[in-house]
């Protein structure tokens, strides 16, 4: 900015007369007293010169005319380097460069308007990735906060029913070493966005001293102050790529890495069916035999909610009419209203009533894949290509969010408002838990992408669906396999699902079977075949309100309805 402190009369100055400025003339690029403003204005030579009050000069940014290496007045233009110079600096600094210009006439012929419009829309596009940065970081620290009093909650759960003076010593650490590890990342993030914040005032500075130019300025001070401030917009736009690269625009999150020695003790004790069983001795009194104890035990057996199940058709409906171009079906899922959703191809939601009649097309732009239902009337949709996951409100057929995850997203699965999507990207397939914000909440890494397609989400972890090593496998959040289930009924296991009580159903498309599994998957019966009227079954839900499994084929020809009988 022009320094304030009393500027002076240049022609008082020129008289060794001593005189303060009331205006300034950019034109003569002095101030001028009450005086000589008067004079100036009598003059034929300079009564048309641009004048302003002198308190407005002072507000003006500070051009530099004059070389700082050499104190000579810019007069020479470098139109290799894009830089004012003087004739000092050519004959040093450019004296390989063959377009040196006279500065004044590249003044005249530059259009410093334009420039002054390109340098607006910068600063206000930069303005707003500052704004972004700030409202991101912002929402990064209550996430974090949110994360650290879940894993404090988290804490107190998994300790809760054990009690040792050490395992509260313990806790109490894992406590302040939570606090102390969010609180140190929680300030970082505070001050880079204080520092943000310091960014944009000096910004804003800059915008009031380009319109500032604009206005009260020379053309050559206009020149110079735009070259100036366009070198200053530079350094901008490489701080910003910086912070990309630094690593500082990284979302940051914390977790805690259980102990798992202290999970084998959990685990062990949670698995405990009994501390003992109860048996009987009974010995012969008063005689010479030798005694003899028995012990009654009971067998432990399949409940009669595994060991009776079987389905009982209902009703089944050809819905080739509807799905006619033989679209492939990649998910189907049974609301908690009782309606169906078939997904088949390229823009069909295909909706059901629970008596299995076609009620409506829900229609989308892209090619669907897997679908999961959320609360308040809501669907979860991944759309692979796009990368993404939408969610639609069922009562008005609209998309409410787009969730970017950056990978190919496949199978959905879904607890109230949580999504788990199978993403898959070159060797690196997951699982992940996010919430409607996109928020990663938890994620297991699977081995192959066929893990991805067919799989129901759990507290515990996640039941998958295997057509490539065919098996159906249950694996924790640590990425541990708990159990597989191979059977030779298994040749190409496809659609999953869950009853009230934890079995699990599996449709097999090549060996045309429904496989009923026991939640252990130690124990499976065959409940479907080609005989009963099946074919290439691919897709199979199940409805909690009714108690009965929904079944389509590969290519959604017809969709079945089975009543679950246990009995």
């Not at 943000?196 to 000096?202: R, V």
Request: charge should be negative; include cysteine; proline fraction near 1%.
């Amino acid at each position: 900015m022009a320094t304030s402190n009393c500027i002076k009369c240049g022609p008082c100055g020129a008289d060794k007369t001593i005189s303060a400025a009331v205006i300034w003339c950019y034109n003569c690029n002095e101030g001028l007293c009450s005086k000589c403003s008067v004079q100036h204005k009598r003059l034929k030579l300079t009564h048309g010169h641009k004048t302003f009050d002198v308190k407005t000069y002072t507000k003006l940014p500070q051009i530099n005319t004059e070389c700082h290496e050499h104190s000579r007045q810019f007069d020479l233009y470098c139109q290799i380097h894009l830089t004012p110079c003087c004739d000092e600096c050519v004959s040093i600094q450019h004296s390989k460069c063959s377009e040196i210009k006279c500065l004044a006439t590249v003044i005249d012929k530059t259009k410093t308007a334009i420039i002054t419009n390109f340098l607006e829309k910068d600063i206000a596009s930069i303005l707003s990735t500052f704004d972004e940065v700030i409202n991101t970081k912002t929402e990064n620290i209550k996430h974090g906060d949110e994360k650290q009093q879940k894993i404090q909650e988290d804490i107190k759960e998994i300790t809760k029913g054990l009690q040792s003076n050490h395992l509260d010593r313990l806790k109490v650490e894992l406590q302040n070493d939570l606090d102390s590890v969010w609180d140190n990342e929680k300030l970082k993030t505070k001050a880079f966005i204080n520092e943000i914040e310091e960014k944009k005032t000096d910004l804003n500075e800059i915008l009031h001293s380009l319109l500032a130019l604009s206005k009260h300025s020379s053309k050559t001070q206009q020149f110079l102050g735009v070259h100036q401030i366009e070198q200053q917009m530079n350094q901008y736009k490489r701080y910003i790529d910086e912070m990309w690269q630094d690593g500082r625009m990284k979302d940051v999150c914390i977790d805690v890495e259980e102990n798992s020695n202290f999970l084998k003790v959990v685990t062990a004790v949670e698995s405990l069916e009994s501390l003992g069983h109860v048996f009987v001795v009974r010995k012969e009194a008063s005689r010479d035999n030798d005694n003899i104890s028995r012990e009654v035990q009971v067998e432990c057996r399949d409940s009669p909610f595994f060991r009776n199940i079987s389905l009982e058709l209902e009703t089944k409906k050809d819905i080739l009419h509807i799905n006619d171009t033989l679209q492939v079906v990649t998910a189907m899922i049974c609301l908690n209203s009782n309606q169906v959703i078939l997904i088949a191809g390229k823009e069909r939601i295909l909706l059901f009533r629970n008596d299995c009649n076609f009620e409506k097309n829900i229609k989308v732009l892209g090619e669907p894949f897997g679908v999961a239902e959320l609360e308040n009337d809501a669907i979860a949709v991944s759309f692979p290509n796009e990368m993404v996951v939408k969610i639609i409100d069922l009562n008005n057929d609209s998309f409410e969010k787009v969730i970017k995850l950056y990978k190919k997203c496949l199978g959905l699965s879904s607890l109230k408002n949580t999504i788990a999507v199978g993403l898959h990207l070159q060797r690196n397939d997951e699982i992940r838990v996010i919430d409607l914000e996109g928020n990663t909440l938890k994620s297991v890494n699977v081995a192959s992408e066929t893990l991805l397609f067919e799989f129901l989400f759990t507290n515990k972890g996640i039941l998958c669906s295997d057509n490539h090593g065919l098996s159906v496998s249950f694996v924790d959040w640590k990425g541990k396999q708990v159990w597989e289930f191979k059977s030779d009924d298994l040749k190409d296991p496809q659609g999953i699902c869950t009853d009230n009580y934890g079995n699990i159903f599996l449709a097999d498309d090549i060996s045309d079977k429904v496989v009923v599994i026991s939640r252990d998957g130690k124990r499976s019966n065959v409940l479907l075949s080609e005989k009963d009227g099946i074919e290439e079954v691919r897709s199979i839900c199940f409805s909690k309100m009714e108690s009965v499994v929904f079944i389509s084929d590969v290519t959604g020809t017809y969709l079945a309805k089975y009543k679950v009988l246990y009995g």
